[in-house]
Structure formats: structure tokens, C-alpha cells
């Protein structure tokens, strides 16, 4: 374990919360970077980034700063020292890039540009970075092959992912940079976030509102709990891909590989609903929608090479997972 601070941006987010978490309780020192905007409720990242800090014991710095701008993430990280980075910051959502598309380029584009660059720069011995299950669009078949093609993107966000993918392909080669990108696959559990089906199907149904069920249930998803996608990204980052010419995860042969981490289970939606109307303890009031714009009808993660690589072997499933959320939640609610 290096004594030099790991560098984790979008730390007041969903999963950058838990990866720091993950760092702190083993060791580390975390410099965090967010810029806190207002796609969803700041209190919540507010409230993420004070269960940090209690937990940090003075190893834990905070830069409230928007990584797209290269002059500001440069003044806030001054001389830091630190050797890896962690780059989870992203403007998420599906649905929110079909109407602001603007805020996609300047966060997933000019913002991982920019990790790309301090990577280099600062001569960075290992840099992970989130991709997304979005990424494989119209092309692929299930389960999800890291291999695959992913040249149809049914939404920007998918694509501006592909495309963080691709540059940072091109920092590898050039560079020798060595990075892992990490296909995530519906990501939930305790402090998730607001957008997603899990919070809002369990506040829906625990406030007798209804919800909509896109395409009529008939939709599959890999959800993939928290505490398993910390694992492997941390597994990932304490591995860093060898510059040895061989073909990575991915087809590379620069030092950078790409990863499914999901589930292995592709869940029907309308399962999910029952487990969180047996955990809330009342049915939902079902509305039965049509697929949404920019959606996929069906995720499944292969996860034979990150597997075969690193032993990575998620544990947790939606029956589990699931009350787990809702339990969170109930507190969360009660404590606001």
C-alpha cells in the first residue's frame, strides 16, 4: 500500500463516497474532488461527504472544484502527491441527456480529458476510471462481452462513456499510461442515488404514490450492489495493467484494459418491484409506461475477465441487496 494519497473524483457521489470509505478504513489518505452541482439534491452529497469525514481521522481532504476546468483543478491540487487516481466523476443519466446534452460533453469529455491529462503530467502510476453498461447500445448480444463491439450508443451519455473509453485508449498508447475503465451495470444500494429505480420506487411505494413500470415490466436489468463494485474497484486499482505488449481485457495492447463489473444476473424489473413491496411491507400502485427513449431493454454482465484477472466474485444478490436499501432509506428519511 503506497504512503501517497489516492486522488478520487465525484467523492460526494453515490460510489465515490464508498470508495473512499473503502480507502480510508484500510490506511489510506483520499484527496476528494466534486463540484457539488444540483443535478440531484446537494444535501444528499452534502450528507455523503460529512460520513467521510467522520470516519477519516484528518486523512481525508476535500477540493470543491469542477474537474472540467483545468485551470481550477489544477490551483485546488497544487503540489498533492498523490500516485493514483480514481475518477468516478460523471454527469450521469440516461434520460438527462437527451434534453441537456451540453452538460455531458463538458463533464464526461472535457472533464476526463482533463484526468487524462493530470494523469500524465503527474506521471500517475494507475488510473481508473467509470465507464457504464450504456455503452453497448444496439450492438451487442447477452451477456455483455467486454469484447463486443459498441459502435451504436442509444443515448449521448452512452456515448460520451464510449468515448472516454477511446481516449483513453489513445493516452495508453501514446503515453504509456496505465488505466483500467470499468463497465458498471445498475449500481445500488445504501446512499444511492435519488434518479434511480431503487429510491424511487421505494419512496413512491412508502408515500402510496404511484410509479411508472417502463415497458410494462418487461425490461432486465444487473443489478449490481454497492459493496461488490467497491471490490472490484479496488482490486482493480491495487493491479494496474502491465506494459508488456500483451493483449489486455478488451483487446488493448497498451497498458489499459476494460472491465464488466456487474451482477452476473439479469433481473426482470417487475421482480425487483415485488422485493422492495415485501422490504416497504405495501404494494405499489403500478402504472404500466412504454420504453423510454434512450433506454436498453435488457443488461447482462460477462464477468469471465475481470474474473480470470483479479478474482473478482460479487456476493450479494437482489434478495439480499434489496432490504438492505430500503432499511438505509427509511433511516435516511427519518434523520432529514
Not at 451487442?140 to 464510449?162: E, G, H, N, Q
Not at 472516454?164 to 489513445?170: A, H, N, P, Q, V
Amino acid at each position: 500500500m503506497s504512503t501517497d494519497p489516492i486522488l478520487v473524483t465525484g467523492v460526494a457521489g453515490f460510489i465515490g463516497m464508498h470508495v473512499a470509505r473503502a480507502l480510508l478504513a484500510r490506511g489510506e489518505h483520499v484527496i476528494g474532488i466534486d463540484s457539488f452541482n444540483d443535478y440531484y439534491p446537494v444535501s444528499l452529497k452534502e450528507a455523503r461527504v460529512a460520513a467521510i469525514a467522520a470516519e477519516a481521522d484528518g486523512r481525508f481532504t476535500l477540493h470543491r472544484v469542477d474537474f472540467a476546468d483545468h485551470a481550477a483543478l489544477d490551483s485546488a491540487l497544487g503540489a498533492a502527491p498523490f500516485t493514483r487516481i480514481v475518477h468516478l466523476g460523471a454527469q450521469a443519466g440516461v434520460r438527462y441527456s437527451i434534453d441537456n446534452p451540453r452538460a455531458y460533453i463538458h463533464s464526461n469529455i472535457a472533464g476526463h480529458l482533463n484526468l487524462l491529462e493530470l494523469g500524465r503530467q503527474r506521471g500517475v502510476a494507475h488510473l481508473v476510471y467509470a465507464s457504464s453498461s450504456s455503452i453497448y447500445g444496439g450492438d451487442a448480444t447477452l451477456p455483455f462481452k467486454v469484447d463486443d463491439r459498441a459502435d451504436r450508443p442509444l443515448s449521448l451519455y452512452a456515448a460520451t462513456k464510449r468515448a472516454d473509453e477511446l481516449m483513453s485508449e489513445t493516452y495508453a498508447h501514446l503515453y504509456r499510461l496505465p488505466q483500467t475503465g470499468l463497465r458498471f451495470f445498475t449500481v445500488y444500494g445504501p446512499w444511492g442515488r435519488p434518479d434511480m429505480a431503487m429510491w424511487l420506487f421505494t419512496s413512491a411505494i412508502l408515500e402510496d404514490r404511484p410509479i411508472q413500470v417502463f415497458n410494462h415490466g418487461d425490461m432486465r436489468r444487473d443489478f449490481t450492489y454497492i459493496d461488490d463494485i467497491v471490490a472490484g474497484i479496488i482490486a482493480c486499482l491495487d493491479h494496474p495493467p502491465a506494459d508488456d505488449g500483451s493483449i489486455k481485457a478488451g483487446g488493448s495492447p497498451a497498458p489499459h484494459r476494460l472491465y464488466n463489473i456487474g451482477n452476473h444476473r439479469s433481473e426482470r424489473l417487475d421482480r425487483l418491484i415485488d422485493l422492495i413491496e415485501a422490504a416497504c411491507g405495501k404494494p405499489a400502485i403500478r402504472i404500466n409506461a412504454p420504453m423510454q427513449p434512450g433506454d436498453m431493454p435488457d443488461t447482462f454482465a460477462d464477468i469471465s475477465a475481470i474474473q480470470r484477472d483479479l478474482g473478482f466474485a460479487p456476493t450479494t444478490s437482489i434478495d439480499v441487496g434489496v432490504p438492505k436499501f430500503v432499511e438505509w432509506y427509511r433511516g435516511y428519511i427519518e434523520r432529514c
